[in-house]
């Protein structure tokens, strides 16, 4: 099944902060983050393999609760260049990942 | 970071006809990739895992006889849509493991197909 992500969407204003959460209905076992600009690929942002591991790039973070099967990023003062589509992905055989719902986020000038 | 490219970026076909979409590892050697096909606003959805020398292996409602997949090289795998319809038209992505980061997986820009 399909991580499901929460919220669907989210606008922010520039300098704010915003958190993307991911739930799983199954064991995770690592959890990798993305971003998706529109009609471009997924970059990818970073990925937590222990449970309870925080991770941070620049301003944007993520933690990992094992036992919880989530994952949440943190994307604090928020630039315009963060706009896209946020994905989570878990590995569910060796490299085979599934992705998330995803989250569209907008920040705004 | 490695780079994996794809080509054509975006396809327009009629319907009943064939495409094929190219997945490429520049700078180093996948024996294994991925397709996905995302539908606009949507997530990307696991189409099948390409292997190096052997058969692909599709997810469970994608059809292996529509979906060609071919892994000549280790730097190459094809996917071909064939008889494609309307509602083929999707985004195709490609992907494959790095060889840095664990976990890290390397996409492809992109293949758009609209069939008309």
């Known amino acids: 099944q399909q991580p499901v992500q929460s919220p669907q969407a989210v606008i922010l204003r520039e300098g704010e902060d915003a958190v993307i959460n991911c739930s799983s209905s199954?064991?995770?076992?690592?959890v990798h983050w993305y971003r998706q600009k529109h009609g471009e690929a997924p970059v990818f942002l970073m990925i937590?393999?222990?449970?309870?591991e925080q991770k941070g790039h620049e301003k944007i973070s993520a933690s990992f609760n094992e036992k919880k099967q989530q994952s949440s990023l943190y994307l604090t003062a928020s630039q315009l260049s963060y706009s896209g589509t946020y994905f989570c992905g878990t590995e569910i055989e060796a490299y085979k990942y599934i992705f998330g719902t995803g989250t569209r986020l907008k920040v705004l000038a | 970071g490695a780079v994996v490219s794809q080509h054509p970026s975006w396809v327009i076909c009629k319907s009943g006809t064939s495409v094929k979409i190219e997945c490429r590892s520049l700078?180093?050697?996948?024996?294994?990739m991925f397709w996905y096909r995302q539908f606009p606003k949507q997530s990307l959805m696991l189409m099948a895992t390409?292997?190096?020398?052997?058969?692909?292996?599709?997810e469970q409602g994608v059809e292996k006889d529509k979906f060609l997949i071919n892994h000549a090289s280790l730097t190459l795998s094809t996917l071909t849509v064939t008889s494609a319809h309307p509602e083929d038209s999707s985004f195709y992505i490609c992907s494959a493991p790095g060889q840095g980061r664990p976990g890290e997986l390397f996409f492809g820009e992109g293949s758009r197909l609209t069939v008309l």
């Open positions: 700078d180093f050697q996948a024996t294994t």
């Open positions: 390409s292997n190096e020398g052997s058969k692909a292996t599709y």
């Open positions: 199954k064991a995770l076992y690592s």
């Open positions: 937590l393999l222990k449970g309870g």
